[in-house]
Each structure stands twice: as C-alpha cells, then as structure tokens.
C-alpha cells in the first residue's frame, strides 16, 4: 500500500518531535521526490553505495540517521556532494534525515535500541531532562569484568569494541551514547559510572579514563548506530504499512 509523503513525514514528526532538539543538520525531508511512498530504504548514512542500493531495490524514500547539510560544511553541490543529491532527484527518491531526535527516543532511538541489544537495565538519561537526553544510564543484571562486557558487545555488534581500562574495577553502572560521543566521557564521570560506552575514541579519551578511573569502550561510530533507523523504519510498516528494507554499508570506524 502507498502512502503521501507528507503524511509519513508527519506520522514520524509526531513521534520524533525534532522541534525539541538544536541539532547540526536540518531534520526530516532534506531532499523531496516522488509524493506517494510505497517502498522506504533506511541505513545509517546517506553515502553513495546506500543510494545505489535503494535505487537498485525500487525505493521511493531513503530514511537515515546521517543526511546531508551538516553545519560549517561547503553549502554548494559540488563534487561528491552533487553527485549524491543528482542521483536521487534523477531517480525522484526523497531523502529523510533524523539525527538528534533518532539518538533520543526512547523507544526507537540509537541508544534505547543499543541499551536493550546489551541487556542494560535503563536508568535514565545522561542529560536531566530524560526526553531529549542524547545518553542513556544503566545497570547490569550482574556485575561484568571490562574484558567480559567487551566480549558480550563483540558478540551482539559483531565488532571488536577498544577497550580502554580505567582501573581494575567490574562494571555494575554505565553510561553510552551511540556515535562521536567520546568527548561525554567527562559527563559519564560525573554520573560515577563504572564504564562508559561511545561509538569512537580521541587521543585524550584514553588518558581520561585511566586518571579519573573509569572505563571506556568505543564499540564503532557505525555498529552502535544502525539500530535506530531500522526500528524506525519497522514501526512505519506497523503504523502506515509501508514497505521497509534496510541496508547495512559495512563500515569499520
Ligand atoms: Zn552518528
């Protein structure tokens, strides 16, 4: 069954709520196509091989967690940047981007998503006002050692996590945040977590863990991010009926 663009863009808008976040990139439809939606693609980022392989599969919305039109960067379509957007006003595919509103949710949202994927018990957020908080806190079911709670990670993510030892201490309370987070670390520390969880890791990120005795994990940018976009794109087939496919662009950072 098909359904208007703008009616999925509100659909998703009611849930999302981005009028609540001050984000780096806009929210929502970036680039319009065709106006019914019959098929949605989803994945993380809006890279090249994501477009070709929506085109390939006849889709007439991409959903992602990273679009286009990032604050600071070169405004003008150029280079790869219109050969990306080219391709889909050419194929008349609509380009649907959430960013900060899709690490918040607290359901469908990247660090909801990667919290029930690890077995946490959610205890709040990194942020006060838990609504919008970009991080999430919680709890083990039984304390782990470092090494332990990397091999469950591994595990579900299928991917090696870094592991930085911050002592010698096991991980009963965490904290994470999906993505370029690291530089939360600081905030993680101030909630006195036994370990916080990122997607990458900084030069410093390592000498904060070890000096202030906290663990740090960065489980991939990527790995800990493409979850959010696929339950959002599941829950449109259960509230509009849309189809959804989602393509996974391997990415090792
Ligand atoms: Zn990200």
Redesign the pocket.
């Known amino acids: 069954m098909s359904i208007a663009l703008k009616k999925l863009i509100d659909t998703v808008e009611q849930t999302l709520k981005p009028w609540l976040f001050k984000d780096y990139a806009p929210n929502g439809l970036q680039v319009e196509g065709r106006s019914e939606i019959k098929k949605i693609v989803s994945g993380v980022t809006a890279c090249k091989a994501l477009l070709d392989g929506a085109i390939a599969a006849d889709a007439d919305a991409i959903l992602v967690?990273?679009g286009y039109f990032w604050r600071g960067e070169n405004a003008c379509l150029t280079g790869m940047k219109r050969r990306r957007i080219g391709q889909l006003i050419k194929h008349d595919i609509s380009l649907i981007a959430y960013h900060l509103p899709l690490d918040a949710h607290s359901d469908l949202g990247n660090n909801a998503c990667l919290g029930r994927l690890l077995g946490f018990d959610i205890t709040g957020g990194m942020d006060a006002d838990v609504l919008t908080s970009i991080g999430l806190t919680g709890q083990l079911e039984k304390p782990l050692s470092l090494k332990s709670l990397g091999e469950r990670i591994q595990q579900v993510l299928g991917r090696t996590p870094l592991l930085i030892e911050g002592g010698s201490h096991e991980i009963k309370t965490v904290a994470w945040c999906?993505?370029?987070a690291q530089g939360y670390i600081e905030k993680a520390f101030a909630l006195d977590v036994d370990a916080y969880i990122s997607?990458e890791i900084s030069e410093q990120t390592t000498h904060f863990a070890r000096e202030n005795g906290i663990h740090y994990i960065a489980a991939g940018?990527h790995a800990t991010?493409r979850y959010g976009v696929q339950a959002l794109g599941e829950w449109l087939v259960t509230t509009l009926g849309v189809e959804h496919q989602f393509i996974d662009i391997d990415n090792p950072a």
């Open positions: 967690h990273h999906t993505g370029g997607g940018h991010e």
